[in-house]
């Protein structure tokens, strides 16, 4: 029983050993960041941003046009309020996974006042620093999730 309870604890140990972790204050300045560019209209900052597999499904020359046609959906955001973080795990094509962090913001925009439209900003690490992976709007369509 010792023996078998032993064991166990080493598959743990080395099953965590192997696991990378998110720098969670690096993580909050980059998507703070990241939202000062989409604020800004710096499509070109905001897409220095991005994690490298972003970069071959988005080349850069289209990113500041497909970020215009995704910011029809709530309007564009004038500011950002930090309302959520969140935890997860990204999947990616290729079979690996990264930890993730997700920060949720409230944002006026040019079409909605603060409360009704919220803009999601995932971080991952990416070799030394951590990058954006994905972002977008969030349209409440009923409620408020942070009022």
């Given at each position: 029983m010792v023996q078998r309870r032993w064991w166990l604890f080493i598959c743990l140990v080395l099953l965590g050993c192997g696991r990378k972790t998110i720098d969670t204050d690096a993580a909050r300045k980059l998507s703070d960041g990241f939202?000062?560019?989409?604020?800004?209209?710096?499509?070109d900052a905001a897409f220095d941003k991005m994690?490298?597999?972003?970069?071959?499904?988005?080349?850069?020359?289209?990113?500041?046009t497909q970020l215009e046609k995704l910011s029809q959906y709530?309007?564009?955001p004038q500011d950002s309020e930090l309302k959520d973080v969140m935890?997860?795990?990204?999947?990616?094509?290729?079979g690996h996974s990264n930890p993730t962090r997700k920060f949720i913001y409230a944002a006026n925009t040019n079409q909605f006042a603060k409360g009704?439209?919220?803009?999601s900003v995932e971080v991952a690490p990416s070799g030394k620093s951590v990058r954006v992976t994905s972002f977008g709007p969030l349209k409440v369509t009923s409620g408020n999730p942070y009022p």
């Open positions: 939202m000062s560019d989409w604020i800004a209209h710096r499509a994690e490298p597999e972003f970069g071959k499904t988005v080349n850069r020359s289209d990113f500041a709530c309007g564009w935890s997860g795990y990204k999947v990616y094509g290729d009704q439209c919220y803009f």
